[in-house]
T-cell receptor
Framework: SQTIHQWPATLVQPVGSPLSLECTVE??????LYWYRQAAGRGLQLLFY??????ISSEVPQNLSASRPQDRQFILSSKKLLLSDSGFYLC???????????FGNGTRLTVT | RKEVEQDPGPFNVPEGATVAFNCTYS??????FFWYRQDCRKEPKLLMS?????NEDGRFTAQLNRASQYISLLIRDSKLSDSATYLC??????????WGAGTKLIIKP
């Protein structure tokens, strides 16, 4: 069966520091991969999605970036965090575009 | 108009009651529909897909009304554990997922 791993679960980082969140999927090949952010009490905001290695689509211009160095690995990065980057970051995968997403456990990021 | 709209609630419902939520979508070309539940400070989890003919999974029934462009979720005999936020998701013509902001449900003993 397929599983998705996302880490760390929680993170507290100072403003201006870098960020790297990692997500890996097991048990499937060539998944669609997604990064979402959810601010407290708000809906899901799609940040990036990828349909293959090295293929990244950005939905929201900001100081975040994503990379997919391997088929089942998706990384969310920032060179300098802002206070507004605080939130709940969720990685997700799907077998194809019209299938439901399956989420990792999420990373709760607090920028101080 | 938002692409996918949900009543944010909260819906305060006594245990054992039946509760229903609707979710309206604006794109008539939408292809796929899903309901997720999200517990506080947790990731969303797929509850059920919504099929054209309607579908049922235990106490949960999902229906699609293409003419009026909404999907619905019915929960019968509600349990305390049903307390959560329920998110509807719709795919657009490019199979991109459009999320509603969620409806909060609180089941009271």
């Amino acid at each position: 069966s397929q599983t998705i791993h996302q880490w760390p679960a929680t993170l507290v980082q100072p403003v201006g520091s870098p960020l790297s969140l990692e997500c890996t999927v097991e048990g499937t090949s060539n998944p669609n991969l997604y990064w979402y952010r959810q601010a407290a009490g708000r809906g899901l905001q799609l940040l990036f999605y990828s349909v293959g290695i090295g293929q990244i689509s950005s939905e929201v211009p900001q100081n975040l970036s994503a990379s997919r160095p391997q088929d089942r690995q998706f990384i969310l990065s920032s060179k300098k965090l802002l206070l507004s980057d605080s939130g709940f970051y969720l990685c997700a995968w799907s077998p194809r575009g019209d299938s439901p997403l399956h989420f990792g456990n999420g990373t709760r990021l607090t920028v101080t | 108009r938002k692409e996918v709209e949900q009543d944010p609630g909260p819906f305060n419902v006594p245990e054992g009651a039946t509760v229903a939520f609707n979710c309206t979508y604006s794109n008539s070309a939408s292809q796929s529909f899903f309901w997720y539940r999200q517990d506080c400070r947790k990731e969303p989890k797929l509850l059920m897909s919504v099929y054209s003919s309607g579908n049922e999974d235990g106490r949960f029934t999902a229906q699609l009304n293409r003419a009026s462009q909404y999907i619905s979720l019915l929960i019968r005999d509600s349990k305390l554990s049903d307390s959560a936020t329920y998110l509807c998701v719709v795919t657009d013509s490019n199979y991109q997922l459009i999320w509603g902001a969620g409806t909060k449900l609180i089941i009271k003993p």
